[in-house]
T-cell receptor, first 114, second 113 residues
Framework: KAGVTQTPRYLIKTRGQQVTLSCSPISGHRSVSWYQQTPGQGLQFLFEYFSETQRNKGNFPGRFSGRQFSNSRSEMNVSTLELGDSALYLC?????????????FGPGTRLTVL | AQSVTQLDSQVPVFEEAPVELRCNYSSSVSVYLFWYVQYPNQGLQLLLKYLSGSTLVESINGFEAEFNKSQTSFHLRKPSVHISDTAEYFCAVSGGGSYIPTFGRGTSLIVHP
């Protein structure tokens, strides 16, 4: 099976712009989670989608949003970009999003905000 | 609520030496425990996990971790490291009603020749 894919791999934006990141999970996986990784804060959970519904949400402002399509592919959107949004954004998929499930991560999208 | 503490942010070690990366967790319910590894410019990948049964779990590349319920720990060990083991290692815990694992801050393992 193909692994989790994320596009684009690299992105440069300026403050105030918005950005959309895409994630294609492993075939058959229904749960997709998004994480923000920075050197200072480590790995922080953004949100999780299961069957097109946001099931869990982390502690991020409303500028961060996401959605999941019927084929389980997911997108996340960040509006009104700030310098502090520069980070590696990781997508992870799992079969059912159960606590015992292994999370399979994509390579990430490196977002730089200038 | 659950949390994970990785006690060392960085662990330098010489090649062929043993290493232990420490992980402590807190949770009020039964837990599932994971170690993930992240190589440069890549996402995380599962190294090993504890779900139930034997408290000692092993990976295919020589790492092992032991679940210690009384000490709420899940330390990762390897008897002899290689240069290629240089990476960031993350401990994670999930369980109870939480579908989403909580990750530690990560430990950077640096193997010197």
């Amino acid at each position: 099976k193909a692994g989790v894919t994320q596009t684009p791999r690299y992105l440069i934006k300026t403050r105030g712009q918005q950005v959309t990141l895409s994630c294609s999970p492993i075939s058959g996986h229904r749960s997709v989670s998004w994480y923000q990784q920075t050197p200072g804060q480590g790995l922080q959970f953004l949100f999780e989608y299961f069957s097109e519904t946001q099931r869990n949400k982390g502690n991020f402002p409303g500028r961060f949003s996401g959605r999941q399509f019927s084929n389980s592919r997911s997108e996340m959107n960040v509006s009104t970009l700030e310098l502090g949004d520069s980070a590696l954004y990781l997508c992870a998929s799992s079969l059912e999003g159960q606590g015992s499930d292994t999370q399979y991560f994509g390579p990430g999208t490196r977002l730089t905000v200038l | 609520a659950q949390s994970v503490t990785q006690l060392d942010s960085q662990v330098p070690v010489f090649e062929e030496a043993p290493v232990e990366l420490r992980c402590n967790y807190s949770s009020s319910v039964s837990v599932y425990l994971f170690w993930y590894v992240q190589y440069p410019n890549q996402g995380l990948q599962l190294l090993l996990k504890y779900l139930s049964g034997s408290t000692l779990v092993e990976s295919i590349n020589g790492f092992e971790a032991e679940f210690n319920k009384s000490q709420t720990s899940f330390h990762l060990r390897k008897p002899s490291v290689h240069i290629s083991d240089t990476a960031e290692y993350f401990c994670a815990v999930s369980g109870g009603g939480s579908y989403i694992p909580t990750f530690g801050r990560g430990t950077s393992l640096i193997v010197h020749p």
